[in-house]
């Protein structure tokens, strides 16, 4: 067989290969999928979302207590998050600018996204559940919000130098100061970029379980009082995905697809404005 | 007077905003304090070398080792990346190269968007359809061929049942799998036509052109990016809890139940009734901390910054 045959024939090869790969890794993700949806699909119902939690072994009752509890705990989250973020992605981009201090602030915000999760749960049970003897759902707010900061610096400190340095140059040519600059030129030329960010970020820790089981725990009872344990969507899906009641289960299956749906929305949300913002 | 007012605000704003990057730093060395402060009673009972190598984890008898979930996080993550990066890679080649172009926009955010599933799915679909699956079907196969090779074969012995190490890591790697595709295309994606191009008017063929230059020009990207879903696989946690059985031993064979750091936490930490127990747990966060600390460092700095440079 000649060289040109031979190159020919491999080429073929691993081209089929990587076809392969990407359907055997395509078919993986689509089975998860299907799953979801036909279990999930198939446990809604009206009561899922009004009821009252269930009692072990009834087949009444519904999440009402975990999606209030979710709500909550991941609203907390942003209000703490958001501003710290922002404010934080504002010195990186306005004040630090390119000097080793701000560089070396990115440089830890980036390992501080990749620290895993569940580490920053038991920090947060260490200073805030150890302290006050019990779980409450303040100290979930704060794990998902310490997980949130990192990511809204990033875009925000991204989104905040594409600004172009003239805008700022006019303002200040006018007689404004620097706060003024950044309340009223840098943030309005910036904010679809930064309300992308703020979305992206709330869609990553949506879905978290990890740093919510030490903190704010789980309840088996509807509760507003951010200082008791609180039921969240993902943790309650642990307590019942692992409980042996087959209706404990269904509901699992329903909070798993509230979850995704909830998560995926806010995804595509982000994603599609900053489609629109970045087309034009 | 009018001008004062301005400048307090631009006083305060300027000092608020420098605070709060300050609080990202605050926020690390906390956290890395917090935990040693944490994890002191157990360092001091059971030593550095002494708590890693003891495979001993006994709760009523209050005698920890971290060896058996050591083993557990390590093991599993190494095979999931073994699993993981040649499947991505190969999504990774399809998308940029091989699909026909009214593909590669869906199928690429498919991709995306399943990195953005919460991994509790993937964890719950684990145990209730892939375990019974790894258990009935893939079991026989497994002991058919992979077990009767030699020198490895005794790792795939024994009756699985359903969950354990084996199904954990493979659970793991369809998990982070979207997320290294995802990298290794955008890296594949920098290298500039032309290069390619040049390649193709000299008569080669896709895959000389992958293998000869998207692949060497693209290198560090891959391998950071590779390191970074190793750390992530190392921190997942709820991907794993319901798969891994845990069990804390070091398991003979692979297809037995076993434990990971992240699943003994996830499991016992709310139920830890002693002080040396909590502090043990807490022992184990800290190196699953520094663990992962170090894959991200040699991750974004050594390779990642590389390729911005």
């Known amino acids: 067989m000649d060289a040109v045959k031979r190159r020919k024939l491999v080429n073929g090869i691993v081209l089929i290969l990587s076809t392969l790969a990407a359907f055997f890794g395509l078919l993986w993700l689509f089975w998860i999928l299907g799953t979801l949806l036909y279990k999930g699909l198939g446990s809604l119902s009206w009561e899922v979302f009004v009821g009252d939690p269930p009692a072990p072994g009834d087949n009444t009752g519904g999440l009402k207590h975990a999606i209030v509890g979710q709500t909550i705990i991941v609203f907390l989250a942003t209000v703490i998050g958001i501003p710290i973020g922002i404010l934080a992605g504002t010195y990186l981009s306005e004040y630090g600018k390119g000097s080793r201090w701000a560089n070396f602030i990115r440089d830890l915000s980036d390992v501080m996204m990749s620290i895993p999760s569940i580490v920053v749960g038991t920090f947060i049970y260490a200073i805030m559940v150890k302290p006050f003897g019990h779980f409450m759902g303040l100290a979930g707010s704060v794990s998902l919000a310490i997980m949130m900061i990192p990511i809204i610096l990033r875009t925000t400190d991204d989104m905040l130098r594409m600004v172009p340095p003239e805008l700022r140059e006019a303002a200040y040519a006018l007689g404004a100061t620097k706060f003024k600059v950044i309340k009223d030129v840098v943030y309005r030329a910036a904010i679809t970029g930064i309300v992308t960010g703020v979305i992206l970020s709330v869609a990553r820790i949506g879905g978290e379980t990890a740093p919510l089981l030490f903190t704010s725990f789980n309840n088996n009872f509807f509760t507003l009082n951010i200082f008791q344990p609180m039921a969240s969507l993902t943790v309650t899906m642990y307590d019942y995905a692992m409980s042996p009641y087959k209706y404990w289960q269904d509901l699992a299956w329903a909070a798993a697809i509230i979850l995704t749906f909830g998560v995926l929305g806010a995804n595509i949300l982000g994603r599609v404005i900053a489609h629109y913002k970045f087309k034009k | ?309």
């Open chain 2, 1 to 309: 007077m009018a001008k004062s007012r301005g400048f307090w605000a631009d006083w305060t704003f300027g000092k608020v905003a420098a605070l709060s990057a300050l609080l990202v730093v605050v926020i690390l060395i906390a956290l890395a304090v917090v935990l040693y402060g944490e994890s002191e009673l157990a360092i001091k009972t059971f030593g550095v070398w002494k708590f890693i190598t003891s495979t001993v984890w006994n709760p009523p008898m209050n005698k920890f080792g971290g060896a058996p979930a050591i083993f557990g996080s390590v093991v599993s993550t190494i095979i999931s990346i073994l699993i993981a990066v040649p499947v991505a890679i190969g999504v990774a080649i399809f998308l940029t190269e091989i699909a026909p172009h009214y593909l590669r926009a869906p199928v690429g955010v498919a991709i995306e968007l399943l990195a953005a599933i919460p991994s509790i799915i993937y964890g719950m679909w684990g145990l209730f359809f892939f375990a019974p699956f790894m258990r009935d079907k893939l079991q026989p196969v497994i002991h058919a061929t992979l077990g009767k090779l030699p020198l490895i074969g005794q790792w795939f012995e024994g009756y699985t049942p359903g969950i354990g190490l084996l199904t954990a890591s493979i659970v793991l790697s369809i998990m982070i799998l979207p997320y290294t595709a995802a990298i290794s295309r955008d890296s594949f994606k920098m290298v500039p036509d032309i290069l390619k191009e040049s390649a193709y008017a000299l008569g080669a063929t896709k895959w000389d052109v992958m293998k000869d230059v998207v692949i060497p020009y693209a290198k560090l990207g891959v391998v950071g990016g590779v390191i970074l879903s190793l750390g992530r696989a190392l921190g997942e946690t709820m991907a794993v809890t319901f798969v891994m059985g845990n069990q804390p031993v070091i398991p003979h064979s692979l297809l037995e139940p076993a434990t990971s750091i992240t699943v003994t936490l996830a499991n016992e930490f709310t139920e830890a009734d002693s002080d040396i127990y909590l502090s043990s747990l807490f022992y184990l966060a800290f190196i699953l901390f520094v663990m992962s600390f170090f894959v991200i460092v040699i991750g974004k700095f050594l390779f990642l910054k590389k390729v911005e440079r």
